[in-house]
């Protein structure tokens, strides 16, 4: 039986960060991407994919608000959902040329996703998620004061080291799950959840009321993982392994572990809370829940992680 694998793909996978984010050099991050994905097709493995979307929210925020005297800006929970038809336009688009090339004819799809969070989350009180450029604290505070933004300095000592900053809630459920479902046994690839999803939340009627708020992307990939019961949950970003002791002489890569050791180095501090600590969580959560193994790589380095070749690899 083919296993059913979760590839969630960094902000590289779509736009590097030296790139200004044009159409083109985003469809040739893609096209690089997709080429990961067909070798993983080709190994058997039936694949959701799903994306972050920081660069282009944050871009697509700024083009709203500047826009805003000729028309209405739209929120946050929108821009999430424009986004996931961008991105999973490039990933359908790049994937279905490919395998017309090689002759084979397989649905892909993107779902638009909601994902539901807590009115009450504590992150909504103290936002933790930058999206958006990077500033300068003249710029940020600037900004704070004209545009109402929630800004914090995020790279000290670099020369702009501040972001603006959104909530960030915790996500429990995905509520397009039994549509992913049935499209996995379609035989379909999907792309789902992107941007960590649209977040919402259920009202005491039972409506569904979107919520200003970007979901840690790699979070949300857990939850999709375990409402479609994958078997392998991917996380794919800059770099080949998790590392503890990281800037330090004794710097380590880590290799295969437990779901033991991965606790005791994330509780020691060894993965910061911006960058590989969400990932080291949402791979935890996913194997404790069920899932055979979580795996933390580089996109370059993704089939062969699949071959328990590299990366960081965590089971029971």
């Given at each position: 039986?083919?296993k059913?694998?979760?590839?969630?793909?960094?902000?590289?996978?779509?736009k590097q960060a030296h790139?200004k984010?044009?159409?083109?050099?985003?469809?040739?991050?893609?096209?690089?991407?997709c080429?990961?994905?067909?070798q993983?097709n080709?190994m058997?493995?039936?694949?959701?994919i799903t994306?972050g979307?920081?660069?282009?929210?944050g871009?697509?925020?700024?083009?709203?608000?500047?826009?805003?005297?000729?028309?209405p800006?739209?929120?946050?929970?929108v821009?999430?959902?424009?986004?996931?038809?961008?991105?999973?336009?490039?990933?359908?688009?790049?994937?279905?040329?490919?395998?017309m090339?090689?002759?084979?004819?397989?649905?892909?799809?993107?779902?638009?996703?909601?994902?539901l969070?807590?009115?009450?989350?504590?992150?909504?009180e103290?936002?933790?998620?930058?999206?958006?450029?990077?500033y300068?604290?003249?710029?940020a505070l600037?900004?704070?004061?004209e545009?109402s933004y929630?800004?914090?300095?995020?790279k000290p000592?670099?020369?702009?080291?501040?972001?603006?900053?959104?909530?960030?809630?915790?996500?429990?459920?995905?509520?397009?799950?039994n549509?992913?479902?049935?499209?996995?046994?379609?035989?379909?690839?999907?792309?789902?959840?992107?941007?960590?999803?649209?977040?919402?939340?259920?009202n005491?009627?039972?409506?569904?009321?979107?919520?200003?708020?970007?979901?840690?992307?790699?979070?949300?990939?857990?939850?999709?993982?375990?409402s479609?019961?994958a078997?392998?949950?991917?996380?794919?970003t800059?770099?080949?392994?998790?590392?503890?002791?990281?800037?330090?002489?004794?710097?380590?890569?880590?290799?295969?572990?437990?779901?033991?050791?991965?606790?005791?180095?994330?509780e020691?501090?060894?993965?910061?809370?911006?960058?590989?600590?969400?990932k080291?969580?949402a791979?935890?959560r996913?194997?404790?829940?069920?899932?055979k193994?979580?795996?933390?790589t580089?996109?370059?380095?993704?089939?062969?992680?699949l071959?328990?070749?590299?990366?960081?690899?965590?089971?029971k």
């Open positions: 039986m083919k059913l694998v979760v590839i969630a793909l960094g902000g590289n996978a779509i790139e984010g044009t159409v083109e050099e985003q469809f040739a991050n893609v096209a690089e991407t080429d990961q994905l067909v993983m080709a058997g493995y039936k694949m959701i994306h979307n920081g660069p282009q929210a871009n697509l925020l700024i083009q709203q608000e500047e826009a805003n005297t000729l028309v800006a739209q929120p946050m929970d821009v999430g959902s424009m986004t996931q038809g961008q991105i999973g336009y490039m990933f359908q688009n790049t994937l279905q040329n490919y395998f090339q090689k002759g084979k004819n397989i649905p892909i799809t993107t779902v638009v996703t909601q994902v969070v807590k009115e009450d989350d504590p992150d909504f103290d936002p933790s998620k930058p999206v958006g450029p990077f300068t604290k003249d710029e600037r900004l704070k004061e545009k929630v800004v914090k300095e995020v000592n670099a020369e702009k080291s501040w972001r603006r900053v959104v909530p960030s809630p915790e996500p429990f459920e995905i509520v397009e799950s549509c992913v479902q049935a499209l996995v046994e379609a035989r379909a690839i999907i792309i789902a959840s992107g941007g960590g999803g649209i977040p919402v939340m259920k005491k009627d039972g409506t569904l009321e979107g919520l200003e708020a970007v979901i840690d992307k790699d979070k949300a990939g857990n939850v999709l993982a375990q479609v019961n078997d392998i949950y991917l996380i794919l800059d770099v080949e392994n998790a590392r503890i002791n990281y800037g330090k002489p004794d710097e380590k890569p880590l290799g295969k572990i437990t779901v033991q050791e991965a606790e005791k180095y994330l020691e501090g060894h993965f910061l809370a911006g960058s590989m600590g969400p080291v969580t791979a935890i996913f194997v404790k829940a069920g899932g193994k979580s795996i933390i580089s996109l370059s380095n993704a089939v062969n992680a071959e328990g070749k590299s990366g960081t690899i965590i089971v």
